[in-house]
């Protein structure tokens, strides 16, 4: 995936702030302002959130919202499809701009530090792999610990999505890396939990 300016921080800029007063915002309208990078950037959006402490259900609508994501990669797909009901699903504004306001320094910085390298990542075989492993992060985000568990993975995804964005395989590695830290932390939880449930019951 090549990128064209604007960078990936302008379009998120773009979205926390918005045009006119609504203070909500659909599925459809991020799709919309993302674009034909909307794959890459999607992904970076649904970890985005996460990347900060957020009350249930945001980790939830956005894991799940991943793990379609994630299916169409693995398919083959080359541009993102969305039920009409997801689509139709909006947040808040005011949380985007929140969670854009606090991210968009670290998520400026590594674009200065991105470039195209270790280009594996841009043949078919490579892609459905990334999608296997968003699979994998986006049912830990489903299940991890509320509030603090879904903070590795939200980094995880956004470190992978802006991988592909700038084509920088190191980026897409580097958050496979900690998605995976992530997710072992998430299964110790629901491990924890269910113990702890089996020996109440």
């Keep these: 995936m090549n990128?064209?300016?604007p960078r990936t921080s302008v379009l998120f800029a773009t979205l926390a702030t918005g045009k006119g007063a609504a203070e909500r915002i659909t599925?459809?309208?991020?799709?919309g302002v993302l674009g034909d990078r909307a794959f890459a950037l999607l992904i970076v959006l649904l970890g985005l959130p996460n990347c900060l402490p957020m009350p249930p259900p945001i980790p939830l609508v956005c894991g799940l919202l991943?793990?379609?994501?994630?299916?169409?990669?693995?398919?083959?797909?080359?541009?993102?499809?969305?039920?009409?009901a997801l689509l139709e699903r909006s947040v808040a504004r005011r949380d985007i701009d929140r969670a854009f306001g606090r991210a968009a320094p670290?998520?400026?910085k590594l674009e200065t530090l991105a470039r195209?390298?270790?280009?594996?990542?841009?043949?078919?075989?490579a892609m459905r792999l990334v999608g296997c492993a968003l699979f994998v992060f986006a049912m830990a985000l489903i299940f991890a610990?509320?509030?603090?568990?879904?903070?590795?993975?939200?980094?995880a995804v956004c470190l992978v999505g802006l991988g592909l964005v700038e084509r920088d395989g190191l980026i897409v590695l580097a958050?496979?890396?900690?998605?995976l830290g992530g997710t072992l932390i998430?299964?110790?939880?629901?491990i924890t939990v269910a113990t702890g449930a089996a020996a109440i019951f």
């Design 3 to 5: 990128a064209p300016f």
């Design 175 to 179: 958050g496979m890396a900690v998605g």
């Design 66 to 84: 991943l793990v379609v994501v994630a299916l169409q990669i693995i398919a083959g797909r080359a541009a993102p499809w969305l039920p009409e």
């Design 27 to 31: 599925v459809r309208d991020i799709v």
């Design 116 to 125: 195209p390298r270790f280009t594996v990542f841009d043949t078919h075989v």
């Design 106 to 108: 670290w998520l400026m």
């Design 186 to 190: 998430t299964l110790g939880f629901v």
């Design 145 to 155: 610990a509320p509030f603090v568990g879904q903070v590795p993975l939200g980094l």
